[in-house]
């Protein structure tokens, strides 16, 4: 895409550089290549500047569509940097319910990498992409704790996002009406702290 629109720079200002030939130099030209050619009028080469402006001005608009159209597709770190930051305060200090009966280890990291995802591109900013986030899970050997590497479509920065979920009983959620009475079925509430450093995890 970037020598695309490189290359349609380059011509229009090429056209640009055609269209301001004086006419009495294209007449030489011609006569010293073709002495029995007939003379050409004052209004074709008028016609011909016309049309040249107009090529190289499409060119120009051409030129910019494709470099707003690759500022959409692809994110720059400035970008990622802003966005990381902004989903990292979202997150940090959230709360969210668990599966009814699941026990604390179950820590679904790959949902949860949706969720940082989604966050991600929501705090992109009116520029930037709406897709091109990888978080990607590992394993800390802790089994409320993840660490996410995070890298977008085009950026060269990664970060490291770290997750620690904790469980918050106080937010645990018992439905009413439940067969049993209450207190049988509880859904858990957990709270999440979330930092962020530059760099792979």
């Excluded at 668990?98 to 179950?106: L, M, Q, R, V």
Aim: hydrophobic share 40%.
């Amino acid at each position: 895409m970037k020598g695309l629109t490189v290359f349609i720079f380059v011509l229009s200002a090429l056209l640009i550089l055609m269209a301001c030939i004086k006419a009495d130099r294209v007449r030489s030209w011609r006569e010293s290549a073709n002495p029995s050619a007939p003379e050409i009028p004052d209004s074709a080469f008028t016609a011909a500047r016309v049309l040249l402006v107009v090529m190289a001005v499409a060119g120009v608009v051409v030129g910019f569509q494709g470099i707003a159209a690759e500022d959409n597709v692809g994110w720059s770190d400035d970008e990622l940097t802003s966005a990381v930051e902004g989903a990292t305060t979202a997150l940090d200090g959230s709360s969210q319910y668990g599966e009814i009966h699941a026990s604390d280890a179950d820590f679904d990291a790959d949902a949860y990498a949706t969720t940082i995802e989604g966050e991600i591109v929501e705090h992109g900013g009116g520029d930037a992409p709406q897709s091109g986030v990888d978080a990607a899970p590992e394993a800390t050997g802790n089994a409320n704790e993840v660490n996410y590497t995070i890298r977008a479509s085009d950026a060269e920065l990664s970060f490291c996002m770290q997750v620690t979920r904790t469980r918050s009983k106080e937010g645990d959620y018992e439905p009413p009406g439940v067969a049993g009475g209450p207190g049988t079925v509880t859904v858990p509430s957990y709270k999440f702290a979330v930092t962020t450093h530059k760099g792979e995890c």
